[in-house]
């Protein structure tokens, strides 16, 4: 059992990494959109007394200005009686991980899977110094997890990681962790992704660094289970509350065709999120974490 501190977490976060990866859980990083959603979260997080993260994404900040966000999910945070981690995912511009960093958010991802190798070490060194000077944890990817949809972009190349690659960015970055890509695909709207244990265990020889799948709505169930005694130590969940929501609020529609109250239209939807995101953290192994 954690005993929940008392002040802002990090580096607990930080701290409940490591522990994730030696005492067999994993936990969800979940993408959210609004207040609506976060909440939500927190509260799905507070009924089965686990951690939780929330990641703002580039779509995210597109709709509210990075500073709302770190105000919006600290004001969470203050309310909630679980750790909340506030995230800043998949970012490429480290002038925006600045201002994330000096709002509040508690951890960034750095993005430079598109960059050749050594270009990736040396923006990732550069973020590390950058947000650990400001006591914000940083998560970084080696290899390229793929888009099952193009929403990379249609350059965007996809690619395993490589193990020795892996051991090689985690000592030279300083990274406190790490995402990998062995099988896991983003946006996938059915749970088929085929995920490479051999390799996620070669990868492991390689560093300590916790290890973070992203693309995690594609994985099943029994997969997820599986990553419970490895060196992962969060999953990203996004389209799988994205599809939770939105498909119930097309049935919402189609039952009142004539409602125009979010209110009440978002009732159900929003259950609907809060019911996924408890499914998944107990399936993760969460529960109880937090007493
Ligand atoms: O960074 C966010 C995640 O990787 C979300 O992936 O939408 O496929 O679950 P997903
Ligand atoms: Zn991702």
């Given at each position: 059992m954690l005993t929940l501190p008392k002040?802002?977490?990090?580096p607990f976060f930080t701290d409940l990494m490591v522990k994730a990866v030696h005492e067999n859980h994993v936990f969800a990083g979940f993408n959210v959109f609004s207040l609506d959603d976060a909440y939500e979260i927190v509260k799905a997080a507070e009924q089965i007394g686990a951690p939780v993260m929330l990641m703002v994404n580039k779509l995210a900040v597109g709709l509210y200005p990075i500073e709302i966000w770190a105000d919006t999910l600290n004001m969470l945070t203050r309310h909630a009686s679980v750790p909340v981690c506030a995230h800043l995912d998949h970012t490429t511009d480290i002038g925006v991980i600045e201002r994330a960093c000096k709002a509040g958010f508690d951890s960034v991802m750095f993005d430079?899977?598109?960059?050749?190798l050594e270009e990736n070490i040396a923006q990732t060194r550069q973020v590390v110094a950058l947000a650990h000077g400001l006591g914000v944890a940083v998560e970084a990817e080696i290899g390229a997890v793929g888009y099952s949809d193009g929403a990379g972009g249609k350059d965007y190349k996809a690619a395993m990681t490589d193990p020795k690659e892996a051991g090689r960015f985690a000592r030279e970055t300083g990274v406190d962790w790490m995402a990998v890509s062995v099988g896991n695909v983003h946006?996938?709207?059915?749970?088929d992704a085929v995920i490479d244990f051999d390799l996620l265990c070669r990868i492991e020889r390689e560093t300590d660094v916790p290890l973070v799948l992203h693309?995690?709505?594609?994985?099943k169930d029994a997969d997820m289970e599986k990553?419970?005694?490895?060196?992962?130590?969060k999953v990203n969940i996004g389209t799988a509350l994205r599809m939770a929501f939105g498909n119930t609020l097309r049935g919402e529609f189609e039952k009142n065709p004539k409602a125009f109250d979010r209110t009440e239209l978002f009732a159900k939807p929003l259950q609907m999120v809060r019911e996924e995101a408890e499914k998944k953290m107990t399936m993760l192994g969460c529960k109880g974490l937090i007493g």
């Open positions: 002040n802002k977490f990090q430079g899977s598109q960059l050749p946006r996938m709207e059915t749970q693309g995690s709505t594609g994985i990553l419970l005694p490895t060196h992962v130590c």
